[in-house]
C-alpha cells in the first residue's frame, strides 16, 4: 500500500477518533498527530505524559513497574523487596530477560523474587515488622549480597507503613544498604514516576557514599553507560566498542550492574546514556552536584552507531577520536555484508511501532540501514521531550500516536497495512491472529542483543525471519479477506 498523504493520515485520524463519546474524542484527539518534521517543539502537535482516558485499554504499566522492574531490579548484587502482596513481585520477576554474569542465590539475584507477602492482617495493622524480619532473614539465607531495596507497592501508601524507618534502622543492623523506593504503583500517570522515584533514591541513598573516598584510581577515559539494562545481553555489546574505541566502562547500570559501579560513577568523566526517558534525571543531578557531562547516545543500527561514536570521541582526545575511527573501519565488511544479505529481502517494507522507553525512535535507524521505512510510532509512557527527539527521525506526514489505545491501534493497522509491527506481549498475539508479522521490541522475543554490530546482525536476521516467515501465506488477513469478498460480489453482479 502507497504511504498515506498529511490529509489521509489527519482524516484517518479523526476517523478512529468517531467511535468515542464527545469528551473522551477531545482528550484522545491530543495524543493523535501526523508528523511535521519543521516543528522545534512537540507539543505544537502532541500532548504526552497525562492520565489515561477511562476505560480505553491502556498498555501502559505503574510507578513500581518503573522503578522495580527497570531501574533497580537488574542491580545483580542486591536483593529487591517487592513490599505488598505476592502479585506484583511474582508478576516482575525474570520478565525482561536483564542478563548477568554470576550464581544465582549466591552472589547474583535478578531472577528471584523477593517479597513481604502481604496477607488481610498486613494490612489491617501494618508490614513494618513484617519487614524488618524480612531482611534479617536474607542476611542469614544469603549472606553475599551487597545490599537491599525496598519497592513499595500500592498497599504500602495507603497504610503508611514508615520503610524509610525500618530501612534506616535496618542499615545500621547489617551495615549494608537498604534503599527504600516509594515507588506505589498508583503514584503518576503510568511507569515513568516510578524512574523518576527511582532516580530519586538512587540520589538520595547510593551516590553519597563514597564522595570524598580518593582511594580509588581514576583515569581520563573513565565513562558511565546509564540506562541500558542488558536486554539479551545489549549491555556487553555496547560496552565492547567503547572498550574497543579506548574508554574505562567504570560503570554500567542498570544491567549488569552493582551497587559498587553506581557508587564510583560519580568519579567518571562523562556518562553516557542509552535510554533517555528512565535515566535523564539522575544523569541530571550527576551533572549539577559532580560537574559531570552527559550525553545520549544510540547503538542500533550501523548509521546510528559511526554517528554515536563520533559523537562521544569528539568530547575526548584523539587518541579516542582515532580509537572511534577504526572501530568503525573494523566493522565495515561484517555490517556491510548484513546490509548486503538483507537489505534485498527487506526493502520498502513498512513497520509500524509502539514500544516504551528509547525504542520508539532509537530503531528507526536500524530499519532504515535495511531499507526499511517507519510509517507509525508512539510511546507507551513518553514525555514531549521524547517527542521533541522523534520529529526528526520520522517522515512528513507519518502517524505519532500518544499512549494508543487498543482500540485505536488495531484501527490504524488495518487501514495503514504495515508489513511488520514492532510492540510488547500485550499486542503480540492480537495481531499475529490479524496475520501480520510481529516482533516483540521490549525484549526482542527472546533474540537479541541488537545493540552494536554483532547485535545488527542479529536484529538483520530476525526481521527477516519474521517477515519471510511462509507461515503467513497460511493465514488469512482481514483486509485482504474484505477486498476478496467485495471483487467477488462485483463480479458476479
Known amino acids: 500500500m502507497a504511504a498515506l498523504t498529511k490529509e489521509e493520515t489527519e482524516a484517518l485520524i479523526q476517523e478512529v477518533l468517531e467511535v468515542y463519546p464527545e469528551q473522551a ?8 498527530a ?96 513484617k519487614l524488618a524480619k524480612i531482611m534479617n532473614e536474607i542476611e542469614e539465607l544469603f549472606p553475599l549480597n551487597k545490599g537491599i531495596s525496598i519497592q513499595s507497592e500500592c498497599p504500602i501508601g495507603l497504610i503508611g507503613d514508615d520503610i524509610e524507618a525500618v530501612a534506616k534502622k535496618a542499615n545500621k543492623e547489617i551495615n549494608k544498604p537498604v534503599v527504600p523506593v516509594r515507588c506505589e504503583g498508583f503514584r503518576g500517570v503510568s511507569q515513568s514516576l516510578g524512574h523518576h522515584i527511582a532516580n530519586d533514591a538512587i540520589r538520595d541513598w547510593v551516590l553519597e557514599n563514597r564522595d570524598g573516598d580518593d582511594t580509588w584510581p581514576t583515569t581520563p577515559y573513565d565513562v558511565a553507560v546509564i540506562g541500558d539494562y542488558n536486554i539479551g545481553g545489549d549491555a556487553w555489546a555496547s560496552r565492547t566498542l567503547l572498550e574497543e574505541m579506548g574508554l574505562r566502562v567504570v560503570a554500567q547500570w542498570s544491567g549488569d550492574g552493582t551497587i559498587a559501579e553506581m557508587e564510583k560513577t560519580p568519579k567518571v568523566k562523562l556518562n553516557l546514556i542509552h535510554c533517555y526517558r528512565s535515566m535523564n534525571y539522575i544523569a541530571r543531578h550527576m551533572e549539577e ?42 566493522y565495515q565488511a561484517e555490517y556491510d555484508a548484513v546490509i548486503a544479505k538483507y537489505k534485498p529481502r527487506l526493502q520498502g517494507k513498512r513497520v509500524m511501532l509502539y514500544v516504551g522507553g528509547l525504542r520508539p525512535r532509537h530503531v528507526i535507524g536500524a530499519y532504515e540501514d535495511l531499507g526499511m521505512e517507519v510509517v507509525g510510532t508512539g510511546y507507551e509512557f513518553g514525555h514531549n521531550d521524547d517527542y521533541d527527539r522523534t520529529i526528526k527521525e520520522m517522515g512528513n506526514a507519518t502517524l505519532i500516536y500518544d499512549d494508543v489505545t487498543g482500540y485505536e491501534f488495531e484501527e490504524f493497522v488495518k487501514r495503514v497495512q504495515p508489513d511488520l509491527i514492532g510492540s510488547g506481549i500485550k499486542e503480540k498475539y492480537i495481531f499475529q491472529k490479524m496475520g501480520i508479522p510481529f516482533r516483540q521490541m521490549h525484549s526482542w522475543d527472546y533474540s537479541g542483543p541488537y545493540h552494536g554490530y554483532d547485535g545488527f546482525a542479529i536484529f538483520a536476521r530476525d526481521m527477516d525471519m519474521t517477515l519471510n516467515n511462509p507461515c503467513w501465506k497460511q493465514v488469512k488477513v482481514p483486509w485482504k479477506t474484505a477486498e476478496s469478498s467485495d471483487v467477488a460480489v462485483a463480479a458476479s453482479a
Open 25 to 32: 474524542r477531545k482528550d484522545r484527539a491530543k495524543h493523535l
Open 34 to 129: 501526523v508528523n511535521d518534521q519543521s516543528l522545534e517543539k512537540s507539543n505544537k502537535c502532541i500532548t504526552s505524559n497525562r492520565k489515561s482516558q477511562p476505560g480505553v485499554m491502556t498498555i501502559r504499566g505503574c510507578a513500581y513497574a518503573g522503578s522495580k522492574g527497570v531501574v533497580w531490579g537488574p542491580i545483580k548484587d542486591m536483593i529487591h523487596i517487592s513490599h505488598g502482596p505476592v502479585g506484583c513481585g511474582q508478576y516482575s520477576r525474570a520478565g525482561r530477560r536483564n542478563y548477568y554474569v554470576g550464581t544465582t542465590g549466591i552472589n547474583t539475584f535478578g531472577t528471584m523474587n523477593f517479597t513481604s507477602d502481604f496477607q488481610e492482617k498486613d494490612i489491617v495493622f501494618g508490614g513494618d515488622k
Open 289 to 330: 552536584k559532580y560537574k559531570i557531562p552527559w550525553i545520549e547516545y544510540n547503538f542500533f543500527g550501523p548509521t546510528k552507531i559511526a554517528e554515536s561514536l563520533r559523537k562521544i570521541a569528539a568530547l575526548f582526545d584523539e587518541t579516542i577520536q582515532a580509537g572511534a575511527e577504526k572501530v568503525i573501519a573494523k
